[in-house]
């Protein structure tokens, strides 16, 4: 069931998470600038905070979609390869206007390749997360068979 | 059949007491009546109405804002119990907590799945799915027999 006290604790997680990533976002970016020794246009700043915004939007609609009782029923690296690539193409909106932003023109196709290649091992970890975690409540679904039989449910009906 | 009922204040919790010839097919009425009672709880519907609800029939308990409801296979009920107060009673009768918000009835467990970030997923007698916290799981493990209780 969801509630009103769900749904605002889902809004509150997910914009703490986006805040987290917003201030280390900024910090990485500032550290990778001042390395380079280039100037950060400040309407940059304003654009990062938008992205991360807009990433906050997706993780409550990513969270109450993880409440469904469909989502639920599917193995979890489906919910994650569904929703990163949203996020991939919100983050590289994000990084192609901050670097167009700054006059550094880059390549399309490059920047594809490598979204495609990230999205590709991110699937391979996730399919070898899930089958690790499955070996362990494969386990937990045996000794689960053992209490049934002890404590079986039908004898109460 | 004579019943005496007898208050007694001393007592932490009500005691029955039956005295019998044999154990007759009245007497085992007796017992079972006593049996469902000890396992009943009051529960209210949609509509308002008050029922008994089997604790053995109940899937899970759910605290949803300051309400706490008891899920059945095909029904729900609202509890007027917190659910800090049902656990230790839930405890004997093979519940789990396995969230801040849900005790769950280990007998109505089918299946349990893995979910991200070191969650777990329970597959109910009804065919619905629940979320094993990370902080529970272990508390979870220990219901089933697979670890030992601290």
Known sequence: MMSGERFKNIVKKSFSIAAICFSMGILFIGIGFSFFGIYMEPVNIIRIWIGFFILGVLTVFRSMFDYTQWARSKPFYIKNILFMPLYLIVALIMAISIVRGQGVDMSLSLMILYSVLFLIFFTIRQFIEYFIQKAKTDKMNDALELFQKEHSWDEEE | ?150
């Not at chain 2, 007497?27 to 089997?54: C, F, Q, Y």
């Not at chain 2, 706490?68 to 004997?92: C, P």
């Open chain 2, 1 to 150: 059949m004579k019943i005496f009922v007898k208050d007694k204040m001393n007592l932490s919790e009500t005691e029955v007491e039956i005295r019998c010839k044999e154990r007759d097919t009245e007497v085992e009425a007796v017992l079972e009546s006593i049996k469902i009672a000890s396992d009943t709880i009051m529960g209210e519907k949609e509509n308002g109405d008050m029922e008994p609800v089997r604790i053995s029939r109940v899937l899970y308990f759910e605290a949803v804002d300051r309400n706490v409801f008891a899920y059945t296979v095909d029904d729900f009920f609202r509890v007027r119990r917190t659910l800090y107060d049902l656990e230790d009673y839930l405890i004997q009768k093979y519940f789990v907590r396995i969230s801040k918000s849900t005790i769950v009835n280990l007998k109505a467990v089918k299946s349990v799945a893995p979910e991200d970030g070191r969650r777990l997923k329970l597959l109910l007698r009804n065919g619905e799915w629940i979320v094993v916290s990370r902080n529970y799981v272990n508390d979870f493990k220990t219901g089933i027999g697979m670890k030992e209780a601290k």
